[in-house]
């Protein structure tokens, strides 16, 4: 397990997000959670994800590559927009568990959503910068709601977040 390298540590070495890294490691079937094994300080003792050093060389090089590669193109701007997606997950039984998240290819990300959960239902999107997401989160869960997983959301009105989240839209500036 010393052959472990945590994503945390794998993002920042790179100054990327850990999700990108934990994307990259569930594709490529080379995540493992282990035990943080700090004897203080923060995340003692709590699971953390990691991926072993080979995977992370492997990593680092591919997203060299691919950066020295945007940056040699004419297109050198990374996308950061997108749309802002609500999503009734079993709209049939249990209409106010939700999921709520960003994606810059929506048609992709509901097709890797139907293969786990193929009853949703896309409620509605909004243009969206990819650093708002966290934002709107919060703010349209702030009350009422229940994370039981990763963007799901057990809340007592769907109706209620659907309007908060038009509420937080109406006053973002415009996303072209």
Known sequence: ??????????????????????????????????????????????I???????NAEKFKKQRLSETSELADSEFTKIVDHGCFYFIQVIPDFTPNRIKLGFSDNLTQRIGSFKTVIPTLKVVKTWPCLR???????????????????????????????????DEFFSIMPVVL
């Open 131 to 165: 650093c708002w997401e966290r934002a709107a989160i919060a703010s349209v869960t702030r009350m009422n709601c229940i994370f039981i997983g990763e963007e799901i959301i057990d809340c007592d009105s769907y109706e209620l977040i659907l309007q908060r989240c």
């Open 1 to 46: 397990m010393n052959n472990l390298i945590s994503l945390r540590k794998v993002a920042k070495d790179l100054g990327i997000d850990a999700g990108t890294v934990k994307r990259w490691c569930e594709q490529n079937n080379c995540l493992f959670k282990t035990k943080n094994t700090k004897k203080t300080g923060k995340g003692s003792g709590q």
């Open 48 to 54: 953390c994800y990691a991926v072993d050093k080979d």
